[in-house]
């Protein structure tokens, strides 16, 4: 590999950031050398507690048993907005950007106090309690914040569920934790397309026994279906309600929240987040991460149907009491220079988006940044998946004309928080490289038997030792949680990324190891995008890859077998793919399918997915041994008709 290119630390930001390179030293070595005593100093700086914890750690991993802060008392809503009220409370906290160019709306922290309260207070009339789980299938509208945090204030556990996924996906996700409330809205809307949120609920709740009520915020104002008894008109509950409520005293190991994600086998897991420690993380590396000033505006474009959206949209900025910007639409809405004209508009002085969205942006040409000057971007930031270089410097040296640092943050669903960082002003900055650990991560790179590897080296990236933001479950599934995570190398926390570390000591993430791939940055199982495939009347068998794609960074590769008597034609593979979108959503639309009337298998039967890859690439001198495939000419085969 040529020797990577090194951006200094900026001196620019060196004058105002929370941290020096030595300062970042210091910390991160004390993080861990005094691992409990450095945390619980930050839980005291970052989080205000209504009683304080027993006990800062407890871990072990090979039981699959966490815990943080046990016997701290705290809640979420509080220290997001009440906190900041003195000194807050006509400052904005959420600048509402609507996908219509024209719509925007300011949400002071007082606003958002009554808002949140009054939901809250809605939710208890709904007979929502502690521990409840409610499921959020929102668009990106405020209503959706404060669904989040009235959730938190009353004590539910959220699930929210990505609004572009299907009906099908939805009912799996509400199933599963037996949500009792699903929040909605009538319509959604992106780049001006109507998205049919609440028929979508409609369909879903159709199988949900769980379900007791359906909160639907109106949007559009278009007509929708009406369960009387069952829906329940948002605005109108709300109306009614107090500004003031009680917030429910947590444990910070209650649960917080689930968030359903990709694994390489099965259906998605509910990944499960608790109260303290998550919150910790969520404020902590947001302030070090973005080296949030005071005062500043700060925009992540994330849906908050992802963990970003989570973390680095709404807990993260509105512990630290900042303002942080809530975006409705598209990139390419009205055109693709809109994510430029909302940052001089609303002059956001941090930027956090994903390599996807600026390969994207990048390919449609230079001349959307024209009439844009950005001049208000201090830092930028990238989240979701490697970034490759040639994006990276295209947003170095035409989004930010050079003069701000780009922060690459690898982190997982699973990790509640950033996890890997170029810290701006602490650490040089090597594009490609998502840096170095943050405070508190100890990482390993691991060989296929598990033996540590030392110094520069490629492995299984794993982690020995617990963070406060780490999942704490996968909802109601223990084994699973275990089995997934802890069980390849007993000891370690297991990423599923592989990676390099340079001589520097810089990691370079080089993508999933296991059976999942990144569609613009988004996680997708292959067996998901495989069990929709197959539930179609035709299909007898498929087997799903990544491969190489110019925006998507991946995209899916779906290599198909029909039963028998089937015709093989193309207008079969567009019914087949719309198949997959209902099952699933637009997300996981298969990009090719490849019919394979034969699959290259063991001859125990597995498939050998190395080849199916390899294939996939277009890469045929490399296939590998083929010498132990029951049937060596399906490969044959395969290769003939890529
Ligand atoms: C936050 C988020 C996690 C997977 C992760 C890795 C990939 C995320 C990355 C990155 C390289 C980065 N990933 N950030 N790879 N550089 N900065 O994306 O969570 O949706 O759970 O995905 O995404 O493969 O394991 P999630």
Redesign the pocket.
């Known amino acids: 590999m040529s020797e990577a290119k090194i951006y200094p630390v900026f001196e620019s930001i060196k004058a105002t950031t929370h941290l020096t390179q030595e300062q970042y030293q210091e910390k991160y070595r004390r993080s861990l050398d005094d691992s409990d005593g450095f945390w619980a100093e930050q839980a005291e700086e970052h989080l205000d507690w209504f009683e304080r914890w027993d006990q800062v750690s407890e871990f072990d991993f090979h039981k699959a048993d966490i815990k943080w802060f046990s016997g701290g008392k705290l809640n979420v809503s509080v220290n997001c907005i009440d906190r900041h009220l003195p000194e807050r409370a006509n400052q904005t906290a959420i600048i509402w950007e609507g996908d219509d160019p024209n719509a925007s709306e300011r949400i002071s922290y007082q606003e958002l106090h009554d808002n949140v309260c009054q939901l809250a207070n809605a939710l208890r009339e709904l007979g929502i309690k502690k521990g409840d789980r409610v499921c959020l299938y929102m668009p990106m509208i405020p209503e959706a914040i404060y669904s989040m945090l009235a959730c938190t204030r009353v004590g539910a556990v959220h699930s929210v569920v990505f609004g572009g996924f299907s009906p099908e996906a939805l009912r799996g996700r509400i199933n599963d934790s037996e949500c009792k409330l699903v929040i909605t809205a009538d319509e959604g809307l992106r780049g001006a397309k109507p998205i049919p949120l609440k028929a979508n609920v409609d369909k879903a709740c159709e199988e949900t026994p769980s379900i007791e009520h359906v909160l639907v915020c109106k949007v559009t104002g278009n007509q929708v279906g009406w369960q009387e008894g069952r829906d329940i008109d948002y605005q109108t509950i709300v109306a009614k309600q107090a500004t003031q409520c009680e917030p429910e005293v947590m444990d910070a190991e209650d649960p917080m929240f689930i968030l359903y994600?990709s694994g390489s086998t099965g259906t998605p897991k509910g990944v499960l987040h608790t109260t303290g420690g998550y919150l910790l993380t969520a404020a902590m590396t947001f302030k070090y991460v973005f080296d949030y000033q005071e005062g500043e505006v700060y925009w992540c474009t994330a849906d908050i149907g992802?963990?970003?959206g989570h973390t680095y949209l709404t807990y993260g900025p509105l512990c630290n009491g900042a303002t942080t910007l809530v975006f409705e639409g598209v990139p390419t809405y009205p055109d693709a220079s809109r994510f430029w004209q909302v940052v001089d508009k609303h002059q956001v002085n941090i930027f956090y988006t994903a390599p996807t969205a600026l390969r994207a942006l990048m390919g449609a040409g230079d001349e959307f940044l024209e009439n844009t000057s950005r001049s208000s971007i201090r830092i930028l930031g990238?989240?979701?998946?490697?970034?490759n270089p040639e994006a990276w410097e295209w947003y170095f040296h035409k989004v930010g004309h050079g003069k701000c640092p780009i922060v690459?943050?690898?982190?997982?669903?699973?990790?509640g928080g950033t996890m890997?960082v170029s810290m701006p002003g602490a650490t040089a900055t090597k594009p490609g490289s998502?840096g170095l650990p943050f405070f508190g991560v100890e990482l390993v790179l691991l060989d296929d038997e598990g033996q540590v590897l030392e110094g520069a080296a490629s492995g299984n990236l794993a982690i020995p030792r617990s963070w406060p933001g780490q999942m704490r479950g996968v909802y109601n599934n223990p084994k699973r949680f275990y089995d997934a995570y802890f069980s390849m190398y007993p000891g370690y926390y297991f990423?599923?990324?592989g990676c390099r570390r340079d001589e520097d000591g810089y990691y370079w993430?080089t993508?999933?190891v296991d059976d999942?791939i990144?569609v613009s940055?988004?996680?997708m199982g292959t067996a998901e995008v495989e069990s929709a495939l197959v539930l179609h009347e035709t299909v007898s068998e498929a087997a799903v890859v990544g491969y190489p794609h110019d925006i998507k960074g991946q995209g899916i590769y779906a290599y198909v077998t029909l039963m028998s008597g089937q015709v093989y034609s193309d207008a079969l593979k567009a019914e087949l793919i719309k198949h997959v979108r209902s099952e699933i959503g637009p997300v996981a639309t298969p990009d090719i399918i490849h019919w394979a009337p034969g699959l290259p298998k063991t001859r125990s039967g597995k498939i050998m997915r190395r080849i199916l890859r390899k294939i996939a690439e277009d890469d045929f001198s490399n296939l590998g041994d083929i010498s132990t495939l029951a049937d060596p000419g399906v490969v044959e085969d395969l290769t003939k008709t890529r």
């Open positions: 994600t992802w963990v970003t990238t989240v979701g998946e490697p970034i690459d943050t690898w982190w997982q669903t699973e990790t890997l998502a990423t599923g990324d993430i993508g999933r999942v990144n940055g988004h996680r």
